[in-house]
């Protein structure tokens, strides 16, 4: 049997089970007969990737001075995130080292075969 959504001139708005499609509205609870709703879009379940590598931890400092269960908890989401880029190649982005990240490359990071920004010699 399907869901339905109903509303009614009350204001009230319900879902209910009916038998078909050509099935009557079931009464609402001030006796008027409600009007069938449009379908609203039901999402069952949403995935997630999970953390990126720019996410994870860059420094000591950043894994709480290397507290034992930050570091695992961050273990365990890079070992989940590269089981997930293995399967979705898509999902793995830029995979070269980071060379700096902190100071002037704190906001956008170094990595390898990148031009340093201002360097003059090319």
Partial sequence: ????????????RFEALVPSFSSPAPACGCGSVPHRLPPAVRLGGVASAG????????????????????????????TRREKLEQKYPELAGDRRPVLAHEGRFAAAPLRAGDPVPGDSAS
């Avoid at 930050?70 to 890079?78: D, G, I, K, L």
């Fill in 1 to 12: 049997m399907p869901i339905y959504d109903y509303s009614c001139e009350c204001g009230n």
């Fill in 51 to 78: 953390p990126s590598r720019d996410d994870a931890p860059k420094s000591w400092r950043g894994t709480g001075n290397g507290d034992r269960e930050t570091v695992r908890h961050w273990h365990r989401q890079m």
